[in-house]
């Protein structure tokens, strides 16, 4: 990450050049992932900002990351309560049946 | 249930709270509703045992790597040809909770070839984006279930997701970004 932060200082604003666009490419999806420090994040927001090509690039893994997160789905509530119950069972010392056990 | 937090075991505060986390991994690792239900059973059954050495810290983690020895234990005993591949189906991904005709910010067409491309990834690869990007886990929590380092989840997922978009790329689905 400081290599990374390096590279980025020591070439600002210079049209965005593939050294930029490079070391941005390194830590886009850990950007996009809420996964990079401060000052990062603050580095490649501005150079996303400013280039096509990682902005283009930055709305693709958006646009996976979003359609992916739209097929979380709740587990089932009666298999929630069941084990909740099991669970229950054991902390107060009762064997209690097997959940799901049909 | 009124129970008063106060006189809540160790393992109804820790413990109970993460069922539902374990129910959806658990579904991604086992690929079948009852099987996951049986596999929280044991993890439930296993961190009861070992409540008294746990130390109340990231409990979520903790309970991850239960389900993870678990999972392992049930996999070597029923299909040990199994245990180094463990696959999980995206079948149910085009069944599951039918894009919603409201959400107008999901493209059904990328999400249809999104389906399509994830299938085609190696197990290791899609487990990994079932994880993290599908149930919500943390690159950490992801490397409790895997077993791997969260360097190795990040490396994973950042392949995985590279070779989703360029199958977007080469539908036409995602623009190239090519100067």
Same mark, same amino acid.
């Given at each position: *990450?400081?290599? @990374? ?11 965005? /050049? ?12 850990? #950007?996009?992932? +809420?996964?990079?420090? &401060? ?6 927001? &501005?150079?996303l ?11 693709? #893994? ?22 909740? !119950? @099991? ?8 064997? +209690? ?6 | 249930?009124?129970?008063d ?6 393992? !109804? ?11 959806r991994?658990?579904?991604a ?20 045992? /070992? ?22 234990n ?6 040990p040809?199994? =245990? ?5 189906? @995206? %079948? ?5 909770a ?8 999901? %493209?059904?067409?990328?999400d &249809?070839? =999104? ?9 290791? @690869?899609?487990?990994v ?6 149930? /919500?886990?943390? #690159?950490?929590? &992801? ?10 989840? *990040? ?6 997701r590279?070779?989703?978009? %360029?199958?977007?790329?080469?539908? /036409? ?7």
């Amino acid at each position: *990450m400081r290599r @990374f932060l390096r590279r980025l200082i020591a070439r600002p604003a210079e049209g965005h /050049g593939t050294v930029d666009c490079v070391a941005v490419g390194q830590v886009l999806q850990r #950007y996009l992932d +809420g996964a990079t420090d &401060a000052e990062t994040t603050t580095l490649v927001a &501005a150079h996303l900002d400013d280039c096509l090509r990682c902005g283009l690039e930055a709305d693709t #893994y958006r646009r996976i990351k979003a359609a992916l997160a739209h097929h979380r789905q709740p587990p089932p509530p009666d298999a929630v309560q069941r084990l909740r !119950e @099991f669970g229950l069972q054991l902390a107060r010392g009762e064997g +209690g049946p097997r959940p799901g056990s049909v | 249930m009124n129970v008063d937090a106060s006189r809540r075991t160790p393992f !109804e505060q820790h413990v109970l709270p993460e069922i539902e986390v374990l129910l959806r991994v658990a579904r991604a690792l086992t690929r079948n509703n009852a099987d996951a239900e049986d596999l929280v059973q044991d993890t439930l059954i296993r961190a009861h045992n /070992g409540i008294d050495r746990f130390d109340g810290r990231h409990p979520r983690a903790w309970l991850l790597t239960i389900l993870r020895h678990a999972h392992i234990n049930r996999h070597r005993r029923r299909r040990p040809e199994l =245990l180094r591949d463990p696959d999980v189906t @995206f %079948d149910r991904i085009s069944q599951a909770a039918g894009p919603e005709q409201t959400d107008a910010f999901v %493209d059904l067409e990328l999400d &249809a070839e =999104l389906v399509r491309a994830l299938a085609q990834l190696s197990p290791p @690869f899609r487990l990994v984006v079932e994880l993290v990007d599908i149930q /919500g886990l943390s #690159y950490a929590e &992801a490397a409790e279930v895997l077993g791997v380092p969260p360097g190795t989840v *990040m490396s994973r997922l950042h392949r995985a997701r590279a070779r989703l978009r %360029d199958r977007l790329h080469r539908t /036409g689905l995602a623009p190239r970004s090519q100067q």
